[in-house]
């Protein structure tokens, strides 16, 4: 069985990560949308909202799973069997960054890592970007679900 995990703060999920996750659950048995728990960060939404937005975006899938991890991404890949991570690319500068974590991973634990190029017309859409522009009272539902746009809504 192949078991994956996707990773991400995910504060808020995005169009763009239910991309990465309809195509990621297409190509392993098994995926695990981790949001990554770090309490010395302040986030607009807490992990368990998150934890929530996240269980709705992966509903429609019966292969993916949502979990949490605190510490090093790839123990908790070891903790869960997962043999590959999986990362969103939208621009040559994400890869830059995740190539070098990639290859740590790799070096450190074997855990390999999966890129997928964001399509075209999510390769601008970043969590934070949602949030400061729905901060200055933009137009953002086009850019997360409409679940997720009603909290964002309700937060700010």
Request: aromatic share 8%; net charge negative.
């Amino acid at each position: 069985m192949s078991r994956a995990v996707f990773p991400g703060t995910f504060d808020p999920p995005t169009v763009g990560h239910l991309d990465i996750v309809t195509r990621a659950a297409a190509a392993f048995d098994e995926v695990i949308v981790a949001a990554g728990v770090n309490q010395s960060k302040h986030r607009l939404f807490s992990p368990d909202e998150r934890v929530e937005m996240l269980t709705e975006l992966a509903a429609p899938f019966g292969n993916v799973r949502i979990g949490t991890f605190e510490g090093l991404l790839v123990d908790y890949c070891r903790a869960e069997g997962a043999g590959v991570i999986v990362k969103g690319l939208r621009s040559a500068a994400d890869y830059d960054y995740e190539l070098q974590m990639a290859q740590l991973n790799r070096a450190m634990t074997g855990v390999d890592t999966v890129f997928l190029p964001t399509r075209a017309e999510n390769a601008f859409i970043s969590s934070s970007w949602v949030k400061e522009i729905a901060r200055l009272g933009g137009d953002v539902s086009s850019f997360v679900t409409p679940a997720v746009h009603s909290r964002l809504l309700e937060k700010l």
